[in-house]
């Protein structure tokens, strides 16, 4: 599944990233929605979800997210929808570890 979120806020430090595997983070924009998907092995077993997706977080709920690979680039967002079929555009798209 998936989860859509919009960006409230992120750390200068996602602007700074010149790695060439990393430069994606130099596109994220507070106010953007981005999509995340939840695949094994981000999922867990039991509850087969992945941890930070919002499961509970309804309404105005501030959420935190971090980018692997540079624990600087953080910020938060707020879920919009989950969705059981992903249809996200690449651009946007990411997925929880």
């Given amino acids: 599944y998936c989860v859509e979120f919009r960006t409230e806020s ?3 430090h996602c602007a700074l990233e010149t790695r ?3 430069r994606w983070m130099q596109y994220l924009r507070e106010g953007h929605t981005v ?3 939840c695949q094994p092995p981000a999922m867990g ?3 087969q979800r992945c941890s930070g997706d919002g499961h509970n977080a309804h309404g105005d709920k501030i959420l935190h997210w971090e980018a692997i690979g540079n624990s600087q680039c953080q ?3 707020k879920k919009i929808r989950q969705l059981e079929h992903c249809s996200c555009p690449l651009v946007h798209s990411f997925i929880f570890t």
């Fill in 10 to 12: 992120l750390s200068p």
């Fill in 20 to 22: 060439p595997y990393a």
């Fill in 35 to 37: 999509c995340v998907a």
């Fill in 45 to 47: 077993a039991a509850m």
């Fill in 75 to 77: 910020g938060t967002w």
